[in-house]
């Protein structure tokens, strides 16, 4: 065999030796000691068709974090390196704690519905998801409009930027449509609410697309819509499921930068019980943040979220259902054994639970 291909590489410096993902902002790995977010998206297995194709989001193999894995709550908790995201120095744990899950989940909706910048998109619902998306959309050069039923809400996404707040109900597709002339290029539905999704078809121009985020769920999780409407004007509807790493990093980092800032309101995690009712009665503006009194994580709710609820629940309150999952920021503690169950997983915080897909 030709010594110059088998042999010791000659000290020639290519241009490959000159990229350094590690020094160009493109590394994907945390270092001991950094801060990570552990997001919904636990893990993917990297190798099926929709992962190949960059939609991760909808792996087969996927997990969730605080569903199908373990940990969403937990003082300490095991989680792939390669799938948490990295939170720069300096950058507040409990304020980039929803921008994990409402964040990501909104930046990657907005994204699907490839509107354009400097295009209408409607915002249905101000909430935890809606009161970023309006922040989102503002940095991805699109127009917000926001509907809600509460006019603090309404009041928030305003100041939030907002190009209009209308309120919520049978008159705002008349106002939207009169506002955009002629309906907003795509309609993103955060509100728990079958009626938000089915109004979201007639809020949007022919050709438009309405983007699926929010989970009403249970009995609720059904809509009725007129075909002819929608075949007749080419509208599209796309479902979005939080999001990629890559969705997730760039989300992170529009908040770390100061682009994009939840609205928090911290609370003692003995008083989860609390939280979870202020969220059934719509009290709560922006997200709470579940602060883990001294320990090393804090936990953000993401009530829109309700496919995560039943599993949160079992651990915080056996006789009623919850509103959320845990999505923690927390330090690396050690990297876990090249024997790892998740292969190549890091562990975050001491690894006292471990964390499987679909186990
Ligand atoms: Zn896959």
Redesign the pocket.
Known sequence: MDAAVSGPRPPVRSSKDQFRPESSGLRASPAIGAAVGVPWMAG?????A??RAGM?TI???GGATGFSCDGGYAEYMVARADFVGLIPDGVDLVRIAPILCAGVTTHRGLRRSEARAGEFVAIIGAGGLGHVAVQYARVLGFRPIVLDVDPAKLDLARRLGAEAVVEAGPDATGIVTALTGGGAAAAIVTAPAPAAFEQSLALIRPGGTAVFIGLPGGGRDAIRLSIAAISNWEKSIRGSNVGTRQDLQEAVDFAARGLVAATVETVPFDQVNEALARLRRGEVLGRLVLDSAGRPSLQAFCPDLQHAVHKAAQGLQADQPGHGHGIAPCRIGRRASASSPAGGAGAIGAGRRRVRSRS
């Open positions: 993917a297995c990297g190798r099926c929709w992962c991760e792996c087969p193999e």
